[in-house]
């Protein structure tokens, strides 16, 4: 039995629904190749982050540049609205000490970032270096 031309546009409008609606819920590159560098210490890592806004979590992967001993590179972003709203969120990557290692971490946000953050700007506020004593 063929389908009629109401049937099949009703299904198609239906699809895209479900479609653009997965879609919000997937995480998106909010910082992409950037470098995070702590230049007194000489530590460096290129990485990006991910930022899921429906888990309010943030995900960090990077390979480091540049290092002299193992520690903690502690990292701080800002966060801002259009409205010109800002918040900030602090996270610590292990660094082992060895030039060119793949590091990663994940944060999970505390639970006042709700879905308006979704399209917030973010950028780099500052970078720290912690050498393991």
């Known amino acids: 039995m063929p ?3 109401s049937f099949k546009r009703l299904l198609l409008i239906g699809l895209l629904f479900i479609v653009s609606g997965l879609a919000l819920g ?8 950037e470098r995070f560098c702590d230049d007194e210490a ?3 890592i290129k990485g990006s982050v991910e930022w ?3 888990k309010g979590l943030l995900e960090f992967h990077g390979r480091v540049g540049q290092v002299r001993q193992s520690g903690k590179l502690k990292i701080e972003l800002i966060a801002q609205q259009r409205n010109g709203s800002t918040k900030k969120v602090k996270f ?5 000490g060895r030039s060119f290692a793949l590091v990663e971490t994940k944060k999970r946000v505390g639970k ?4 308006t953050w979704r ?7 500052r970078c ?4 393991r004593k």
């Open 112 to 115: 006042n970032w709700d879905k």
């Open 26 to 33: 997937f995480s998106k590159t909010v910082l992409l190749g």
């Open 52 to 54: 899921d806004a429906a």
């Open 42 to 44: 000489g530590v460096c």
């Open 3 to 5: 389908f009629n031309s």
């Open 128 to 131: 720290h270096f912690s050498a």
């Open 92 to 96: 610590s990557v292990p660094v082992s």
């Open 119 to 125: 399209n917030a700007r973010w950028g780099i506020n």
